[in-house]
């Protein structure tokens, strides 16, 4: 992603000539060099700097032989931190990282400083004789005693205290915070030398602790392997993580380890992330078992990316397909619908665009609102980028959807948001966006915030002329390789070609442009709305006749293409429009969907 210290090393080397003449304006061109007396940027020939080829912005300082890349210059002349050198190398090279307008708001307590004193007792013994972790780490990492208890702290770069863990001085035992709700962060920054470009990610605090006694800057993430929610740590870190060109992932391993490597990598970018595989399960159990320094940098030096480039053996795949026709009873294989006729039929899965079309007004977008909904609750992210509705008009649809009535109180209102916030992410944009720039928003929401599925209402709002079928069919190609990049499902609304007066349920050749559109969706859902119904049942003359009327459907939801499932169909709804609620029959005492308790949901 733009703006990463990969990226703005690369960005200062192509301009080395002008980032050395910008730092060190006193000196000189000489040759392919740019040569100053010193850091310090008198008129000499003690430090010079490479202008050209593939070694373009490396300099050298021959008085006291420190060297380094232009990033690292920066810091040395301008006297900052690496984290600092990056904004103001980004300031002036121009280049911002694209940012959600919406963020979910979030509030965290701030834990009482632990009552504990510097390791004598068991603690120091348990972590300096049992597990080989040298006194000078333990102080490095403020590692505090409480009886027999070991305490963690989660000490923030600026010395605020984010987190605090204890845990027993025994084998076996597990950290737990000592307060609730506090910021989920990494354990260690308080060890990390401020211009480190390099850190190692453990699984465990004691991990992180034992790649130290070998002489490595190490953190640990909060809570443990295991992808999803376990590693929701990263939003909180994200921007922090900037400063790191290698981050070298050493979690456990197992299964869990490896998943938490892959979440880790996939939101930090896998362009910077290594796995570290250990001949045991952990650095802990490399240290006890008497490894080398000399070994543990050889396992670094040995760590692969976990997306390797070149074609691969079907076997390489045995994993995946048995999990196709064999899911685990905890595998999730994607987010089904709200409406219990679909059940599991209509699968919306990573890596997958599906195409949501009918005419105007069918309710298509109204749809897609209660599944959202349901989304939330079954743990998924989502990220919303309604471009024909400002996001007070989709959250007042989305909040009653969520408690179920027509009018909540107040109480009521906050309350749902709060709940939505724990899976809604919302754009803030209405009128036009280029796709690209579109893209670029999801690509910070699924880095920084996890989202997994992302909603564009509609494609006529993307800035493409209603009849250039070109451009239709490229925005059409980058959102599906994007999605398939990303591993994320993209849920696309378009309108049909058929108007009211046709009365239909649109097909998959009914999209509105390019047939490219249809082509290249993996799932296409039309809808349509039974409005000739509708009339009937206002003009029913008796409560019999509108009975009767009301048995039938009045909205029909076709799953008109499914590439990678069995079903295909069309399933009958019932709109409740006290609730903005879609339910798949027609029998109310069934209508009794909502995710929060009525309590105060019903205004007086």
């Known amino acids: 992603m733009s703006g990463d210290i990969t990226e703005i090393s690369r960005l200062l080397a192509d301009r080395a000539a002008s980032v050395a003449e910008y730092l060190l304006p006193r000196g000189r061109k000489d040759g392919a060099e740019w040569r100053v007396g010193s850091i310090d940027g008198e008129p000499g020939q003690s430090l010079g700097v490479h202008l050209t080829g593939h070694k373009a912005g490396i300099w050298a300082e021959f008085n006291d032989g420190t060297s380094g890349d232009l990033l690292d210059l920066w810091c040395e002349v301008k006297r900052v931190s690496l984290s600092e050198a990056l904004d103001q190398a980004r300031e002036w090279l121009g280049v911002t990282r694209p940012k959600a307008h919406n963020e979910p708001k979030k509030t965290y307590t701030r834990p009482p400083k632990p009552s504990c004193v510097v390791p004598q007792g068991r603690v120091r013994d348990y972590l300096i004789e049992e597990r080989n972790i040298p006194n000078e780490v333990l102080a490095r990492y403020k590692i505090g005693e409480s009886g027999n208890d070991i305490i963690f702290p989660y000490i923030l770069p600026d010395g605020v205290l984010a987190l605090a863990k204890t845990r027993r001085a025994q084998d076996g035992a597990d950290p737990i915070p000592t307060a609730k709700n506090c910021e989920p962060v990494l354990f260690g920054w308080q060890a990390v030398p401020e211009n480190a470009r390099e850190i190692v990610i453990t699984e465990g605090e004691i991990d992180a602790l034992s790649w130290a006694a070998f002489g490595f800057a190490a953190m640990s993430i909060p809570f443990g392997g295991g992808g999803g929610g376990k590693q929701n740590w990263i939003e909180n870190e994200f921007e922090r993580m900037d400063r790191f060109e290698r981050i070298f992932i050493s979690t456990d391993m197992d299964k869990p380890g490896d ?15 290594l796995r570290v595989k250990l001949p045991h399960k952990d650095a802990n159990k490399c240290l006890v078992e008497g490894l080398s320094r000399a070994e543990m940098a050889k396992f670094l030096d040995g760590a692969i990316h976990l997306d390797p480039e070149g074609l691969r053996r079907a076997s390489d795949f045995v994993d995946a397909v ?31 665009l599906t195409l949501w079309t009918g005419s105007s007004g069918a309710g298509k977008s109204q749809i897609l609102s209660d599944c959202m909904v349901d989304w939330v609750n079954q743990g998924s992210r989502i990220c919303l980028s309604s471009l024909e509705m400002k996001p007070e008009q989709s959250l007042k649809r989305m909040c009653k959807q969520t408690v179920g009535v027509d009018r909540p109180t107040d109480r009521a209102i906050r309350d749902a948001l709060q709940w939505l916030d724990r899976g809604l992410l919302l754009y803030e944009r209405v009128g036009k966006s280029g796709v690209r720039g579109l893209l670029d928003i999801f690509s910070f929401a699924r880095a920084k915030y996890g989202c997994d599925q992302f909603v564009i209402d509609s494609l006529m709002r993307l800035g493409i002329p209603a009849d250039d079928y070109n451009a239709q069919e490229q925005a059409m190609f980058e959102m599906v390789d994007w999605t398939l990049k990303n591993n994320v499902h993209v849920h696309l609304v378009a309108h049909s070609r058929k108007g009211d007066k046709d009365r239909g349920v649109p097909e998959t050749e009914d999209v509105k442009g390019a047939m490219e559109i249809g082509a290249n969706a993996f799932n296409i859902v039309t809808v349509w709305r039974n409005r000739k119904l509708e009339d009937q049942v206002k003009a029913a003359k008796s409560d019999e006749e509108r009975r009767q009327l009301e048995e039938k459907p009045g909205v029909i939801m076709n799953i ?23 339910q798949s029959s027609f029998d109310r005492s069934d209508w009794n969907r909502r995710y929060l308790t009525r309590g105060e949901a019903i205004a007086a």
């Open 259 to 273: 998943e938490a490597a892959e979440e880790i990598a996939n939101r930090l970018g896998r362009h910077r992330c």
């Open 322 to 352: 048995t999990a196709l026709f064999w899911p685990a009873h905890d595998a999730k294989p994607g987010y089904k619908t709200p409406y219990g006729k679909l059940g599991e039929k209509l699968l919306f899965r990573p890596g997958e």
């Open 560 to 582: 008109a293409k499914q590439r990678n499932g069995d079903f295909e169909g069309k399933v009958g709804l019932w709109f409740d429009q006290a609730s903005y609620q879609y």
